[in-house]
């Protein structure tokens, strides 16, 4: 099988109802991010992000995958698919695609402050007082600013064995990766699928723009691939 990369941003969340912190009433409203998505922050007030992050969870379970979520598992049937994803939730995984990689933690997972290994499933509220076996207070599993990114060599190499990529949900600001586009090899077809995209740099690859809201623009670049397919 083909492999197609995927890189996701909020903008494919945001269609399901999850609020972004790049939207005018964003969930980062009335928050200095530094104070909910930094070490710094969780040192100084660690009841604040842990309160900010039960109040993303719980709205997490309110919300449900969309059509961009739902064809991109689809693909599966035709393309071996990996999503490598910007985004915190499980819409993927819910959506039913296999092959999920988050760059930047999960939402639905907490780890301990003293050992990035240990790590649990938590879809419910975290509080102070929770902690691992060896009593360390439990964290969520976020990649804060400042952060080193794990997946981010996972996701190079990825990158890197495309036969097709594309980008779909992200104004392609946020780096490292927003620069994973440029390690695509140079003959592979590139789709961008964003209402309003961003100018991508120049790569030498044929590249689609799909001006459009996931919900729509992944069928538009299935049908696509599939004719390239035929």
Known sequence: MKKLVVLTGAGISAESGLKTFRDSNGLWEGHNVMDVASPEGWQR???LVLDFYNQRRRQLHEVSPNAGHLVLAELEQQLDVHI???NVD???ERGGSSRVLHLHGELLQVRSVRNPNYILTWPGDLNLGDTDPNGHQLRPNIVWFGEAVPALEQALALTQQADFFAV???SLQVYPAAGLVEYTR?????YYIDPHPARLPYLGN???VISEPATTGVAKMKTEILHLLA
Do not use: C, S
Not at 186 to 190: A, R
């Open 45 to 47: 007030n660690p009841e």
């Open 84 to 86: 490598i994803t910007q």
């Open 90 to 92: 499980d819409l993927h």
């Open 168 to 170: 779909i949900g992200t």
């Open 186 to 190: 140079g003959n592979i077809p590139i």
């Open 206 to 208: 044929p590249v689609t």
